[in-house]
């Protein structure tokens, strides 16, 4: 009913920048929280930051600084820009989004299938 399509993950040095996106598409009355996940190898999921609807924002103590997440409502996106890239960030990011669905259908939280991210050296 709800897809979350994400673009941008990729190979950067430490240092580099990347820009993470998200659309949802589908059944959408209307998205509350959105997040990015993020796991490594052997590392259970852990949140990177979230952002609700309204724009106010949470994140991970390892990364406020360096990441920014930010939301178009009208168009059901959010991004994550990484800056200051280190090789710990390296890890598949998953976006999440809390969605109520159109006609009555209820509230569900979905994710992405996921964006590697790997920061070299």
């Known amino acids: 009913q709800v897809q979350l399509v994400e673009s941008g993950g990729g190979l950067v040095q430490a240092g580099g920048s990347l820009r993470l996106s998200c659309a949802a598409s589908?059944?959408?009355?209307?998205?509350?929280?959105m997040a990015w996940y993020r796991q490594a190898p052997g590392i259970q999921r852990e949140l990177v930051a979230v952002?609700?609807?309204?724009?106010?924002?949470n994140y991970a103590d390892s990364v406020k600084g360096r990441f920014t997440i930010s939301r178009d409502n009208a168009k059901n996106t959010v991004a994550l820009q990484m800056n200051s890239l280190k090789p710990e960030d390296t890890a598949v990011y998953y976006c999440?989004?809390?969605?109520?669905?159109?006609?009555?259908?209820?509230?569900?939280?979905?994710w992405g299938q996921g964006t590697q991210v790997t920061v070299s050296s």
């Open positions: 952002i609700t609807s309204g724009g106010s924002t």
């Open positions: 589908g059944s959408i009355l209307s998205i509350h929280a």
């Open positions: 999440n989004a809390d969605v109520s669905l159109r006609y009555g259908l209820g509230r569900y939280n979905y």
